[in-house]
């Protein structure tokens, strides 16, 4: 189910186990040069775009196998920057599948490789660089998310707008 609310949150350590498969399967289309794995990656993330996490595939397999042995990780993120984030995620694995669909494979391996690279910082730290971009764009007035103030990026020496 959809849902609406901007104050919507989800567990760091779905986020993170999601992210962790995301980088499994981002090597493995690397290695295996398998446009089923990039096909599914980048239906994932049109699902968690549109904010469907719950029948997400990824986020479901994370959430019943891995996020419970994370247990020590029990923050939440608010959900419109890991949505962004998802949208980044959606136009790069695009971006992959159309690489294999022209067989540029140099291209498509970068393209997984940066996903890859992305996935794994979100996956090990805890760092989401989507949701720094969200907070960012929020800053420079590029897009207005008045309710997610935790997202600003808040700059040494300047007071917020």
């Known amino acids: 189910m959809k849902h609406q609310n901007k104050f919507f949150t ?3 350590s779905g986020v993170r186990a999601t992210a962790f498969l995301v980088f499994i399967l981002s090597l ?3 290695i295996y040069n398998s446009y089923i794995l990039i096909g599914l990656l980048a239906y994932d993330f ?3 775009t549109l904010g469907y996490f719950k029948i997400s595939i990824l986020a479901l397999i994370a959430r019943k196998t891995i996020a419970p042995r994370l247990s020590f990780i ?3 993120n608010r959900v419109n ?3 962004f984030a998802a949208l980044i995620g959606f136009l790069l694995s695009l971006s992959t599948l159309i690489f294999h669909i022209f067989d540029l494979t140099g291209y498509m391996n970068i393209t997984l490789a940066v996903l ?4 794994f910082l979100e996956s090990a730290f805890g760092f989401c660089a989507g949701c720094k971009l969200y907070g960012l764009l929020i800053k420079m007035k590029l897009i207005k998310d008045e309710l997610c103030e935790d997202c ?5 020496g300047k007071k917020a707008a």
């Open 28 to 30: 493995a289309a690397m």
């Open 152 to 156: 600003v990026i808040r700059f040494p």
């Open 10 to 12: 989800i567990p760091a």
């Open 81 to 83: 920057p890991k949505r």
């Open 46 to 48: 049109l699902i968690r």
């Open 116 to 119: 890859a690279f992305f996935s």
């Open 74 to 76: 029990n923050n939440f």
